[in-house]
């Protein structure tokens, strides 16, 4: 069964505003990773914030975790059409990535030009 | 950061047939997984594709449907077996090295007539 929900599971902004989207989760957890998926096609990697942290930035990204909560935020800045994509937060229970993730069920971000 | 691929990167099959698909790492990795992503879904663990021994199946995953072989450290295959409509989606495999951030590969995109 999925671990995280995404909410909300669609964002429609203008360019040039912020999108948060926020991810809770169940149990304990290693890490919180964010991914990017445009149109069906592969993930990529955004960041990675471990239990033991509780923001972590690059670029235009900036991440939050509560694990007293079970929750996290991904804040982009000044968004951009490019943006335009799914967005899943997974959990990795393991430390030295052994154990595959587990995944939410993500947010479309929609960026009105 | 590992860079992955995968063949094919799309495919059409008829239903009672198989599927294998291939994953190559552009470096040793420690850790190779398999997921599935059915159409408007998030991503679901298949397994885990160990090297040298029998893969580690997650509920709802079982050998015979899904065969996955690890004979070296940068390549696996996953074959999706007695191909059905449902089993149409996109599979995609991850690898993980010393850290934790798990990359993933392009995706195969599975279609089944």
């Known amino acids: 069964s999925q671990q995280g929900e995404e909410d909300p599971q669609a964002l429609s902004i203008q360019e040039g505003e912020n999108a948060t989207m926020n991810c809770s989760y169940k149990t304990s957890i290693n890490n919180l990773q964010w991914y990017r998926q445009n149109s069906g096609r592969g993930l990529v990697h955004l960041i990675l914030i471990r239990s033991n942290e509780r923001e972590k930035h690059s670029g235009r990204l900036r991440v939050t975790l509560d694990t007293s909560k079970k929750s996290s935020s991904l804040l982009i800045t000044a968004s951009r059409a490019a943006d335009t994509a799914s967005y899943f937060c997974?959990?990795?229970?393991?430390?030295?990535?052994?154990?595959?993730?587990?995944f939410g069920k993500g947010t479309h971000l929609i960026i009105q030009p | 950061s590992a860079v992955i691929s995968q063949k094919p990167s799309r495919d059409i099959c008829q239903r009672g047939t198989s599927l294998t698909i291939q994953c190559q790492v552009d470096?040793?990795?420690?850790?190779m997984f398999w997921y599935r992503q059915q159409p408007g879904q998030s991503l679901t663990l298949i397994a885990t594709?160990?090297?040298?021994?029998?893969?580690?199946?997650e509920s709802g995953f079982v050998i015979d449907k899904f065969p996955i072989s690890r004979p070296n450290l940068t390549f696996s295959t996953l074959t999706v077996s007695n191909l059905s409509p449902e089993d149409s989606s996109i599979y995609l495999c991850?690898?993980?090295?010393?850290?934790?951030?798990?990359?993933f590969g392009p995706g195969t995109r599975l279609t089944v007539l």
């Open positions: 997974a959990t990795g229970d393991s430390g030295g990535g052994a154990d595959g993730l587990t």
């Open positions: 470096s040793q990795v420690t850790m």
């Open positions: 594709a160990n090297q040298g021994s029998e893969a580690t199946y």
């Open positions: 991850s690898a993980t090295g010393s850290i934790d951030t798990q990359y």
